[in-house]
Every structure is written in structure tokens, then in C-alpha cells.
């Protein structure tokens, strides 16, 4: 039998495990906190060696006990890619960016509710509801469908359409919200009693931050043990930067890695970034780096992507782990995102708005000098270009029915 509790990642509490509810008494979040001496019994480099290609690899890290009750649908051990021409372009030491896109519904999200979806059925829940702005909706949807759980996804109307539609076809009730992904989320919250939902919303439940944390553990694996100097990641809720954290922790507690922590960059888009202006706050208006150069009330609210949260769960404890990291929170604008999409599709990645934004805030980082030549630098591109496609093709892409025609339109 595997052991864990929860334990509060404010004041430290410590309680029995759950899978739902996730505050404690005091507002902090609760996080699993594992045995390491028990995980260590099992969990060796050699035996990792061993292992499938999967994120269930650190299946001792993770909180199921039975591996019956594991809703799978093959995520995790994503590429980490080098990019060398941009490592002497910028005087970077190392450049690497996790292809997360290829995760089986197309984002990172897949990790998150492989976990969250195995506890609901280790708990034996039918029902499942989440605010999303796509990717969780999706995700949850998929992996619902597989477990033969009833999935209730909430989004903003304005997200993109595709993203949307996937969620039917995997059997999802789903409903498009007039508001942002805090008024879905409390529509979910008035209807849960009633409605006998689960909200496995972000910070709701303990699986999602720990199905992200493998993109930690996964990442030190996969550079033999060693973290990266600075981490850039398109930064919503924040889950991702929480679970990330927390894998270095809990690999280095288990003797795996040693030295600084890598430190954390959240990327935001100009217009919602929470995270930004809560940094600059609370460090005197130093550090945060705001290319926007727009007064609060001008602002305008970006599109709808994973990043536009303006209410993160638990900014509080995301200011201090950017903090304890040295790492910083930046905005980039939506043209630097658009610019950015094009300097990825170019090196044949195809990347969502997130991933392009941790590449125009790489840019904006190597310009001011913060971004080191000692430096070994992670990127996350965390869902795919399709996933935020229009139907049809672009106005821009010309229809031709001849070669007089193509050599016509060459010749414009
Ligand atoms: C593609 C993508 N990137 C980044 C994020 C933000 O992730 P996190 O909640 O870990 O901050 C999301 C969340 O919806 C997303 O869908």
C-alpha cells in the first residue's frame, strides 16, 4: 500500500487525504504530500531505466493505489527538443523546448486529468464538471469518456470553436458561459451539491497539480538529472508552476537532483496578467517585467487562451515560488505572440498561443540581458496550433486551379 496525506502549503497542516476540496482552514491549498522514505523503497534511478514511456512511470509519486483504477490514454514523455541555431542567435548555453502539444488531446491538460480522472475513479464518482477555457474542457471530456464518467464542461463563449466541439464528440454535456472562466466556475459551484458534480477545477481537487508535476520529474529525467537554469511557461492558474515546483522538491528530498531550482518565468498576455502586476506589487514595482505599456484602466481583456485567468486560485503561493526561484512574471502582447507562432512554425513546430507566448517573452528576456550566456533555458508549448484553427483556410492562402495561375500568383 502506498502512503500519502495532504498536507497545507501555507501554514503546513497536516490531513488525512481527499480527493476533492482542496482548501484548508486557513485559505491555503492543500497539496499530497508522500511518504519519500516508502517512495524510495521502490523509486530508483536504475529501476526508472526500466520503465514504459509514459508519465505512469513515477507511478509511486502519484496518488492511486491500485493500477486498475489508472485512466490512461498514453500521455506524458514528451520530446524535449534542442533548437542549437537559437542557442548561438541568443548566447544561450541550452535551449529546449517540451513538446507538451503532443500529449494525446493535443495539450498538457491530458496529464493533469489522467490523474484527476483515476482518483474520481478510485473514489468511485460518476460526475465531473469543469470551467475551462479549452484545453481541461477537452481533456476532462476525453479522459471522462474513457473512465465512463458523465463530464460537465463550462467555457467562455468567445473560445475557439474547435477546442469546444471536441468536447461533445468525447460525450461531454457541454455549455458555452457569457463570461470568463470564473463566472463558469461559479456556475459549478452553485450547481454542485444538486447536481452531484465533482468540480475538478484548478486547486479543486489534488490530481491535477500532481499530473502536471511529472512534467517536472519527466524534465529532470529526461537531462539525466539536472534541472535547467530558468523554466518559461504560459502561466492561467497556475497548476503547472505549483506542480513543476513541487517535483523538484520532492526529487530533491529523494537524493535524485541538487543545486538551485531552475527559476520560473510566468508568461501572461498583456491585458489579463494577474500574475504580473501582483509581482510588481508586492516587490515595489522592481521586478516583474511589463512590456506593456498600457495604464490598468486602457486595458483591454486579450482572446480567450489558457492564460487569461483573471483570478488565479492561489496567487499567493505562485508569487512565492516565482519568488524562492528568482524568476520573474512578463507580459507579451498579442503581436509579439503572432510574431512568435511564425519563428516556431519555422522551425517546424506548430504552437499554441501559450507556447508562442514563452517565446516572445524568451526574446524580450535575452534583450534585457536577463536571460544569462550561462544560462540553460526550458520552454513549454503546451497545445497545439490546431486546436485554436479557424475552419477554412486563411484569406492569405491563395486558390489556384492551374500552373499559369500559381506562377501568376509567385510572380505578385
Ligand atoms: C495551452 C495552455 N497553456 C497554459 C495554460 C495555463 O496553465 P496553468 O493552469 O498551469 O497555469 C493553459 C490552461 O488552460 C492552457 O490551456
Request: hydrophobic residues 40%; glycine residues 10%.
Amino acid at each position: 500500500m502506498k502512503q500519502w496525506e495532504l498536507q497545507c502549503s501555507r501554514c503546513s497542516a497536516k490531513l488525512p487525504f481527499r480527493y476533492q476540496d482542496m482548501k484548508c482552514t486557513c485559505g491555503g491549498t492543500l497539496l499530497v504530500s508522500y511518504d519519500l522514505n516508502h517512495v524510495a523503497q521502490t523509486f530508483t534511478k536504475a529501476s526508472l531505466g526500466q520503465r514504459y514511456p509514459s508519465m505512469w512511470r513515477y507511478h509511486e509519486l502519484l496518488p492511486i493505489h491500485d493500477p486498475a483504477h489508472i485512466v490512461s490514454l498514453g500521455e506524458g514523455w514528451t520530446p524535449l527538443l534542442r533548437l542549437p541555431d537559437w542557442e548561438s542567435k541568443l548566447s544561450l548555453k541550452r535551449l529546449w523546448i517540451k513538446r507538451e502539444e503532443q500529449n494525446p488531446t493535443g495539450s498538457f491538460k491530458s496529464r493533469g486529468f489522467s490523474v484527476a480522472v483515476s482518483l474520481l475513479k478510485q473514489a468511485g464518482a460518476t460526475k465531473a464538471a469543469v470551467p475551462s477555457n479549452g484545453n481541461a474542457a477537452s481533456a476532462l471530456a476525453a479522459y471522462a469518456g474513457r473512465a465512463g464518467i458523465q463530464a460537465f464542461v463550462f467555457i467562455p463563449m468567445d473560445c475557439p470553436s474547435l477546442i469546444v466541439d471536441e468536447c461533445p464528440m468525447y460525450g461531454a454535456t457541454t455549455v458555452l458561459v457569457d463570461g470568463f472562466i470564473h463566472d463558469a466556475a461559479a456556475i459549478i459551484e452553485s450547481g454542485r451539491k444538486d447536481q452531484g458534480w465533482v468540480n475538478v477545477g484548478t486547486l479543486k481537487e489534488p490530481g491535477r497539480v500532481e499530473g502536471k508535476k511529472t512534467m517536472g520529474l519527466e524534465l529532470a529525467e529526461q537531462l539525466d538529472w539536472t534541472l535547467p537554469d530558468v523554466i518559461i511557461y504560459p502561466t492561467g492558474g497556475g497548476s503547472g508552476i505549483i506542480g513543476m515546483w513541487k517535483a523538484f522538491l520532492e526529487l530533491k528530498t529523494l537524493g535524485f537532483i541538487s543545486g538551485d531550482m531552475p527559476r520560473f518565468v510566468c508568461v501572461q498576455e498583456e491585458g489579463c496578467q494577474p500574475i504580473v502586476d501582483g509581482l510588481m506589487h508586492s516587490l515595489g514595482g522592481t521586478s516583474a517585467i511589463n512590456t506593456a505599456s498600457t495604464p490598468v484602466e486602457e486595458r483591454i481583456i486579450p482572446n480567450p487562451t489558457g492564460m487569461r485567468v483573471p483570478n488565479p486560485p492561489d496567487l499567493e503561493l505562485l508569487l512565492s515560488i516565482i519568488k524562492q526561484s528568482g524568476g520573474t512574471a512578463i507580459a507579451v502582447s498579442k503581436e509579439q505572440i503572432a510574431q512568435a507562432t511564425h519563428s516556431l512554425g519555422s522551425e517546424g513546430i506548430s504552437s499554441s498561443p501559450e507556447g508562442a507566448a514563452t517565446w516572445a517573452a524568451m526574446l524580450v528576456l535575452s534583450d534585457r540581458g536577463w536571460l544569462r550566456p550561462t544560462d540553460s533555458v526550458v520552454l513549454f508549448n503546451t497545445s497545439h496550433a490546431m486546436k485554436y484553427a479557424k475552419l477554412g483556410a486563411s484569406a492569405a492562402i491563395p486558390i489556384i486551379r492551374t500552373y499559369d495561375e500559381f506562377m501568376l500568383y509567385r510572380s505578385i
